[in-house]
């Protein structure tokens, strides 16, 4: 849908910002950082799931050279950088953040 659309190329544009954020030192701009890469990985999961019930494929085979399989790429992409950010926080002094 359009709408699932408009939010996958926010989430694309601002993940980089955010695991970023996993490094500065203030502890509540770690914590909300991480808390809202979770969300974000929560939400492509649910679009990924939601491609494979409709199409039988998987998520990087749907639409070849579509908008929907180029966000799909670049979420893949930004995957090692949102890696190194949740490592980076589960190896944290605050507890909070190291748990979540």
């Known amino acids: 849908s359009n709408n699932r659309e408009s939010t996958l190329k926010i989430i694309s544009s ?27 990985v929560i939400f492509q999961m649910n679009v ?5 019930e409709t199409t039988g494929t998987s998520p990087t085979e749907v639409k070849r050279g579509s908008s929907k399989h180029l966000l799909s790429e670049s979420w893949m992409a930004s995957l090692p950088e949102l890696v190194g950010g949740t490592l980076h926080c589960i190896d944290d002094r605050e507890e909070e953040i190291a748990r979540m």
Do not use: M, P, Q, Y
Request: aromatic share 10%; proline share 0%; with cysteine.
């Open 14 to 40: 601002t993940a980089g910002i955010l695991v970023k954020r996993c490094f500065v030192t203030d502890a509540c701009t770690r914590l909300t950082a991480l808390c809202w890469l979770h969300e974000f």
């Open 48 to 52: 990924s799931a939601a491609e494979l």
